[in-house]
């Protein structure tokens, strides 16, 4: 079981230590690598199950593949959807590699979550999340779709899918382009030297 839940809002446009936009350095090419470099480690022990967690945030997001990892149009809430839009689209590539027999794969969107995630995301963000916080679900509930998802007894109908609570939902259309996740991962793929 790999659940690829790590994630952040930057509030400032920021590299990583490989010279990479951070919010997708974080949210999409850490678990693409850590997913591909455990990967026959998860086929060797299957059946198996890859959850990445997404966000609805993914929805009217763009994906300039030239631009992945140091886009022109920068935005805290901008290169957060367009990450959530990148783990959407790896989930689904991901699915077309693998047998779901052996190992399945999904992504989900856990809900808008009380956390700390929204305290980095530019000024007037960050007063509307302080706001909206009390009203958002606890992280128990937030967690309550990547539970379903691992340990769900008959993953496969949820292999390729975006999850929302125990259901399959339709993701935005940009998500549901397969050409463009197989050039995501041949992009993520070489930045990551796989």
Request: charged content about 20%; hydrophobic content about 45%; aromatic content about 6%.
């Amino acid at each position: 079981m790999l659940v690829n839940n790590a994630g952040l809002i930057s509030p400032r446009f920021q590299l990583s230590e490989n010279g990479y936009e951070l919010t997708v350095a974080v949210n999409h090419l850490a678990p693409f690598l850590l997913t591909n470099l455990l990967l026959e480690r998860l086929r060797a022990s299957g059946p198996a199950r890859i959850v990445t967690v997404a966000s609805q945030a993914h929805r009217g997001a763009r994906l300039d593949l030239p631009e992945l990892t140091r886009p022109r149009d920068w935005t805290p809430l901008s290169a957060y959807g367009r990450s959530k839009l990148c783990n959407v689209l790896f989930s689904r590539a991901l699915a077309r590699r693998l047998d779901p027999k052996e190992v399945a794969a999904a992504c989900l969107h856990p809900g808008v979550v009380a956390t700390a995630i929204g305290d980095n995301a530019g000024a007037l963000a960050r007063v509307g999340w302080r706001l909206a916080k009390p009203f958002l679900i606890n992280p128990e509930k937030g967690a309550a779709t990547s539970l379903f998802l691992a340990t769900v007894p008959d993953p496969t109908p949820f292999h390729g899918a975006y999850v929302i609570g125990e259901r399959i939902a339709e993701p935005h259309a940009n998500a549901r382009a397969d050409r463009l996740g197989d050039e995501l991962w041949s992009e993520s793929a070489r930045q990551v030297g796989l």
